[in-house]
């Protein structure tokens, strides 16, 4: 029996029969399964849930032994954190950095907060649900989820992205680009940013 | 120190380290200039605000230590929620550090500082309706009509409800075992 992560994909490209079964090809199932072990997170932090970053990132926790590694800037950032409640103020940065990510990026949002405002429900600049703004890939629960917790969401990720089970949250966003930019533009109003759109052509 | 602003001031003494003076709108600038130029109280640590809207007035507070940090002294004024007597001249010439507070307490309440021109967005942005921390402003009617709330599982119960049913059951299943023995 092979263990996960160690399947011969060089098997798999030579047999064509086999690749064609699922929905990737057998280039793409190879790509993948490299995407999924080298994790860039972007070092940003809104609300509570940015405590619980630093032991996963360190010696305690060592995330970077599945491949999670922290970066500085947007750019070079594959995946958005979003720890904890988002205030008007901090969501427009949120989605500014967000924009600025180069295609595939994934988000992972951490927290009750972010799924339906957590102890923040009547609060009024807090957003309730994250996923009205932004794709989300995987949620986390809790209040605040342990660095475990935050681990076993990288793990599912990785597993999402291998497996292409799951319509990454990008090309959602990329294709209702016109809904998630209505439910912006409800909240900020008409001061909201200029959309930043040169990655949908691969520009980026 | 207190002896002798106790000459100027009627001083209320809250407690050995908190002293409080009630004073009018109208002799604000010229109290706080002098206490703030002739006494030892010379950092503001913080302006508070009470909402009175059933006496339709703001209550301030303007907290004063001294240098040794082993005394607070509160001015207390009351200004009109509405209307032209409820603006107040700044503070920023006496304490620069008024400048941040003003500008808070200019988004949350409303209340504007002749002077101050730094009164434009600070924690919130581009905020449209009434501030927020005036007690006429309904927060949850707010909410209710900007965000959409994720509905529950369809299976989802009363959380008391269901716990009293299962202290029940468990008192039940208790009750069985000690007649078995």
């Known amino acids: 029996m092979q263990e996960e992560g160690f399947i011969d994909y060089q098997k798999v490209l030579n047999n064509e029969e086999h690749a064609i079964k699922g929905t990737q090809s057998a280039i793409q199932k190879a790509v993948d399964w490299f995407r999924s072990k080298s994790m860039f997170v972007l070092a940003y932090g809104t609300g509570c849930g940015a405590i619980e970053m630093p032991p996963t990132f360190t010696s305690r926790y060592d995330i970077e032994r599945i491949g999670v590694v922290g970066v500085a800037t947007p750019r070079q950032a594959d995946i958005l954190i979003v720890s904890g409640y988002c205030s008007y103020k901090t969501l427009k940065r949120v ?13 992972i949002a951490l927290g009750s907060c972010t799924i339906n405002g957590g102890m923040y429900w009547d609060s009024y600049n807090t957003i309730k649900r994250l996923e009205d703004y932004l794709p989300v890939d995987i949620y986390v629960n809790g209040c605040m989820p342990r660095p475990e917790a935050l681990i076993e969401g990288f793990v599912k990720l990785q597993k999402n992205i291998r497996e292409a089970s799951k319509e990454a949250g990008y090309i959602k ?32 | ?48 605000c009470t909402d009175w809207i059933e006496d339709e007035v703001f209550t301030l507070n303007y907290i004063l230590t001294t240098e040794q940090r082993d005394k607070n002294l509160m001015i207390a004024l009351s200004i009109p929620r509405e209307g032209k007597e409820s603006k107040l001249p700044t503070l920023l010439y006496l304490f620069p550090q008024a400048e941040v507070m003003e500008r808070d307490l200019h988004e949350m309440y409303g209340i504007e500082f002749i002077g101050n021109k730094t009164l434009f967005d600070f924690a919130l942005e581009n905020w449209n309706t009434t501030p927020p921390l005036r007690r006429e402003f309904d927060t949850l009617a707010y909410v209710n009509e900007q965000f959409d709330f994720r509905k529950g599982r369809e299976d989802n119960r009363d959380v008391k409800v269901e716990t009293k049913r299962r202290r029940a059951e468990a008192k039940k299943l208790k009750a069985k075992k000690e007649v078995k023995k």
């Open chain 1, 95 to 107: 989605i500014r950095s967000y924009e600025q990510m180069n295609e595939p990026k994934y988000i």
């Open chain 2, 1 to 48: 120190m207190i002896k002798i602003l106790k000459q100027h001031y009627e001083i209320e003494e809250k407690s050995r380290r908190l002293f409080k003076i009630h004073i009018k709108k109208e002799e604000f600038l010229k109290t706080l200039n002098f206490i703030g130029l002739n006494s030892n109280f010379i950092t503001l640590s913080q302006i508070t």
């Open chain 1, 173 to 204: 966003y990329r294709e209702n680009n016109k809904f998630y930019k209505e439910n912006q533009k409800k909240i900020f109003g008409e001061n909201i940013e200029p959309s930043y759109e040169a990655d949908f052509n691969g520009m980026g």
